[in-house]
Each structure stands twice: as structure tokens, then as C-alpha cells.
């Protein structure tokens, strides 16, 4: 079977001061898998890479059997609106739009998302509702919803359309421990309703026991600060 993401001896450099070096990292569709790293030590990096969001300097990053390191331009963004939905660590909502225009946002981007979504302000609200945001809430500015609500609404415009890959940036930093695992069994429900793999990074230790599978950061990943010296 394809696997969702494979990763091969890939790199990525900031001019000449920093650079990070994967050599193998890979999971399967629907998997659920925990990326453990401290602050600072690329996660977020990472993400990126995997996204398309920055391109690698060599490697192979397959995602859902294409090599995006080969994507350009239109292609690459295309590609990526429609394999991705991503929760941002800021949830990175327009605050001036209501929560459901939030959650659609993606479906502009990828035509084929915009399909399995359809009728697409029901899905928008059936997301919004099995995440447990009020009915009342659909229509207020996001930027009047509380953090926990903001952050329901940035899981379900990631999930709208139900793409292939989910990756989240630390989505229950901003959250305490009860809120925290009420955010993940709720996000995991829609996830495996919906058959997408799960790819999130955290420092937090004691989500490890809810994935199916925890990866430690130093075990695939490379950072060289050398050239900065």
C-alpha cells in the first residue's frame, strides 16, 4: 500500500547558517503519529518540509505516493490544497470572518475537497457541531470565540473535505490537560471517521499514550548549526 508520507534522505538549508537532515521517516494512510521534540529543535520545520510549504534541497518527500520535492509553482499549491489540512500552533483564523466562512476557506483552494464536502455549509456545520461548538457560534466573528473555540474551528477547516493528511503544530499547547484530551478525542473521532492519517508535533510527553505511534525528533531528524559558527 502507498503509504501517506515517505520521507528519503532529505534536507533543508537557510543559506549557509542552518540546516536540518531527515534521512527516513514514513507512515501509513489512517495512521496516527506523534512527532516528540523540544521547542526549538525544527518540528515546525518539519512540517513545513512535509507540506511543500518550503521546498528541500535534495530528497525524496512522497505524500500520497507523489514526490512533492518535484511540484512547482500552481502545481505544488494545488497538490497541497488538496492532500493537506493543516492546524497551525496561532490557528491562523481570519478574525473578521465567522467561524463557518473560516472553516470553508480551504474548499476555495481545492476543487476537489469542494466536492466531497458538498452541500458544503452543512459539512462546515456538521464539523462545527461534532467538535462541539454551539449552533449559536456558527455565525459569530472568530475572532469573538473563545481559545478553545478558536481552536475547534481551525480543526474543522483542516478536516473539511476530508483530505488525506491532517498535520497539527502543537494544537493543545494553548490548552490544559482536561481541555486538551476533550480536543483530541474529539479530533480523533472525525480523523478516523474520515480515514485521514494524523501527523502532529508536540513536546508534550503525556499525549504519547492516545497515537498509534510516537516518534522522537532526534531519531530522524539531523539539525547542523556548524555553518553558523
Do not use: C
Not at 149 to 165: D, E, F, K, S, Y
Not at 189 to 211: K, N, Q
Request: glycine content about 10%; charged content about 20%; overall charge positive.
Amino acid at each position: 500500500m502507498t503509504p501517506a508520507i515517505a520521507i528519503r534522505d532529505a534536507a533543508f538549508t537557510w543559506g549557509s547558517g542552518f540546516a536540518i537532515e531527515i534521512g527516513a521517516f514514513e507512515m501509513a494512510k489512517g495512521e496516527r503519529v506523534l512527532l516528540l521534540g523540544p521547542s526549538g529543535g525544527g518540528k515546525s520545520t518539519f512540517l513545513n518540509l512535509v507540506a511543500g510549504i518550503v521546498p528541500p534541497s535534495r530528497g525524496h518527500i512522497g505524500i500520497l505516493g507523489t514526490d512533492i520535492a518535484e511540484l512547482r509553482g500552481a502545481r505544488a499549491d494545488g497538490y497541497r490544497a488538496d492532500s493537506f489540512g493543516i492546524i497551525f500552533q496561532q490557528f491562523n483564523l481570519l478574525p473578521w470572518l465567522s467561524a463557518r466562512d473560516n472553516v470553508l476557506i480551504p474548499l476555495r483552494f481545492s476543487k476537489h475537497r469542494r466536492k466531497r464536502a458538498s452541500p458544503v455549509r452543512k459539512s462546515a456545520e456538521r464539523l462545527l457541531g461534532s467538535l462541539g461548538i454551539d449552533p449559536a457560534l456558527f455565525r459569530q466573528p472568530a475572532g469573538n470565540l473563545s481559545v478553545g473555540q478558536q481552536q475547534r474551528v481551525a480543526a474543522a477547516r483542516a478536516l473539511i473535505g476530508n483530505p488525506g493528511i491532517i498535520l497539527a503544530d502543537e494544537p493543545t499547547s494553548a490548552l490544559d490537560r482536561a481541555n486538551a484530551t476533550v480536543f483530541l478525542d474529539l479530533l480523533f473521532e472525525e480523523i478516523d471517521g474520515a480515514g485521514s492519517a494524523l501527523l502532529m508535533v508536540s513536546h508534550d510527553e503525556a499525549l504519547a499514550g492516545a497515537f498509534d505511534r510516537v516518534v522522537r525528533l532526534e531519531d530522524i531528524l539531523r539539525v547542523d548549526r556548524r555553518a553558523a559558527a
